[in-house]
């Protein structure tokens, strides 16, 4: 485990590095801390979306601008994103298996997520009129599973391991948009609203062959320095 982790942030790195020298414009970084409001979702009639799960995201920034008006920007960063959802599973056998465990059919369970989250998107800003640009952004999210915990509604799961029902990857589309306020110097306010649309499967019981999505949408607050 600990080699896989020494192997991540190797990768981390390169891409920050490779990032970094193909810019030929100005660099912004920014530290962010946004509340988000995130909910799972399924294509298989046996398993029922809950109630939206509420989350945090938070981490650094980066902003790479490849012109000389610097309007134009490869967004990235590397963020701890906790996140999650509810699920309601109905089964005709009446029972459901899950983590280890047998559950009567239509038990809820709630997933409680952490990522390691490096966005890749394009960045597109206007020009500034009164020290306000606005800004837009396109591209993916692609996150690594660090922590997956679970809770269930006849409490025989509460905030307990259920590693072995969520995969390790997920990757989601990425689109964003919000204001840039500055403050003089390097230094500026961001906010915007992003929306996360996941598209790969997020859990892996056996007894559903459904496919889940997790999706968000953060108010994104940013400092940039």
């Given at each position: 485990?600990?080699?896989?982790?020494?192997?991540?942030?190797?990768?981390?790195?390169?891409?920050?590095?490779?990032?970094?020298?193909?810019?030929?414009?100005?660099?912004?970084?920014?530290?962010?801390?946004?509340?988000?409001?995130?909910?799972?979702?399924?294509?298989?009639?046996?398993?029922?979306?809950?109630?939206?799960?509420?989350?945090?995201?938070?981490?650094?920034?980066?902003?790479?601008?490849?012109?000389?008006?610097?309007?134009?920007?490869?967004?990235?960063?590397?963020?701890?994103?906790?996140?999650?959802?509810?699920?309601?599973?109905?089964?005709?056998?009446?029972e459901i298996q899950f983590s280890g465990h047998t559950f009567d059919s239509g038990t809820t369970f709630r997933y409680r997520l952490k990522y390691i989250e490096v966005p890749l998107a394009l960045k597109l800003k206007t020009s500034q009129f009164r020290r306000w640009s606005y800004w837009g952004q396109f591209g993916f999210s692609g996150m690594i599973n660090i922590q997956s915990k679970g809770d269930s509604s006849n409490d025989l799961l509460d905030k307990s391991n259920i590693n072995d029902e969520v995969k390790l990857f997920n990757l989601a589309l990425n689109i964003g948009v919000g204001s840039h306020f500055d403050l003089g110097g390097n230094n500026?306010?961001?906010?915007?609203?992003?929306?996360?649309?996941?598209?790969?499967?997020?859990?892996?019981?056996?007894?559903?062959?459904?496919?889940?999505?997790?999706?968000?949408?953060?108010l994104k607050l940013g400092l940039v320095f």
């Open positions: 485990m600990k080699q896989k982790y020494q192997k991540l942030w190797i990768i981390i790195l390169l891409i920050f590095a490779g990032q970094a020298s193909w810019a030929q414009g100005k660099t912004e970084l920014s530290f962010t801390a946004s509340p988000t409001i995130n909910w799972l979702s399924s294509d298989q009639k046996g398993v029922e979306s809950g109630k939206v799960a509420l989350g945090f995201n938070y981490g650094v920034n980066a902003d790479f601008y490849f012109d000389e008006a610097n309007r134009y920007a490869l967004a990235t960063g590397l963020l701890i994103n906790s996140t999650g959802g509810n699920l309601r599973y109905y089964d005709n056998s009446d500026a306010i961001n906010v915007g609203i992003v929306y996360k649309n996941g598209f790969m499967d997020v859990t892996s019981n056996n007894q559903f062959k459904d496919k889940t999505d997790l999706n968000s949408l953060m």
